[in-house]
């Protein structure tokens, strides 16, 4: 069975870091771009970062850039999300998905698999 | 930025609504790759569209999908009390940002 679980989140004071991580099961997780996208509460979902299928290109939002890493180990079927710099309007559900194409460079076909998410709060 | 799409929609069971997603030539209206999500209150994103108009495995046929220039549209037949929940339409983007969601919408059953 295809499963994508997140790990990680949790409260953070602004400026700190937090990893997040996100273990894939059931499809071979090698041959696809995985997503990062997040929700605020009660907000809207917002894309934040792509990697492609074998880890070589990465893609971010604007709002992260700079502060976020996307990177992945394709050995462990694990997707990161390395977030520095926080700040408070960081604080939301972070979800990983995989892209619905196999092979790509930066997705974006949609998104066809997601996890449960991560709630990660920044506040002091 | 964000694709455009009404906050809210209703309707009663039974009937038929739409929602639009509404962007540029450089996303919904550049290519086939526009998608449809559906949320429910604490859940995570489902898909049920993509490629415009193509349901995935086990999606209701009462979903569907088009588009018309830089506007996409998700069309609820029948409606039913268990489509209550947010959608969000979602479209690959030939700028240097892959991908852009929609606003969302909240569809309601009356």
């Known amino acids: 069975q295809v499963h994508l679980v997140e790990s990680g989140g949790g409260v953070v004071q602004p400026g700190r870091s937090q990893r997040l991580s996100c273990a894939a099961s059931?499809?071979?997780?090698?041959?696809?771009?995985m997503h990062w996208v997040r929700q605020a509460p009660g907000k809207g979902l917002e894309w934040v970062a792509v990697?492609?299928?074998?880890?070589?290109?990465?893609y971010y939002a604007d709002s992260v850039k700079g502060r976020f890493t996307i990177s992945r180990d394709n050995s462990k079927n694990t997707l990161y999300l390395q977030m520095n710099s926080l700040r408070a309007e960081d604080t939301a559900v972070y979800y990983c998905?995989?892209?619905?194409?196999?092979?790509?460079?930066?997705?974006?076909?949609?998104?066809?698999?997601w996890g449960q998410g991560t709630t990660v709060t920044v506040s002091s | 930025s964000a694709l455009a799409q009404p906050p809210s929609v209703s309707g009663s069971p039974g009937q038929s609504i739409t929602i639009s997603c509404t962007g540029t030539?450089?996303?919904?209206?550049?290519?086939?790759?526009v998608s449809w999500y559906q949320q429910h209150p604490g859940k995570a994103p489902k898909l049920i569209i993509y490629?415009?108009?193509n349901r995935p495995s086990g999606v209701s046929n009462r979903f569907s999908g088009s588009k018309s220039g830089n506007t996409a549209s998700l069309t609820i037949s029948g409606l039913q009390a268990e489509d209550e929940a947010d959608y969000y339409c979602?479209?690959?983007?030939?700028?240097?940002?892959?991908?852009?969601f929609g606003t969302g919408t909240e569809v309601a059953v009356l």
């Open positions: 998905a995989r892209d619905r194409v196999v092979d790509t460079i930066r997705g974006g076909y949609g998104m066809d698999v």
């Open positions: 059931g499809f071979t997780f090698s041959s696809y771009a």
């Open positions: 990697i492609s299928y074998h880890g070589a290109n990465k």
């Open positions: 030539s450089s996303d919904v209206g550049g290519d086939i790759y």
């Open positions: 490629e415009v108009s």
């Open positions: 979602g479209s690959y983007t030939s700028t240097s940002i892959p991908y852009v």
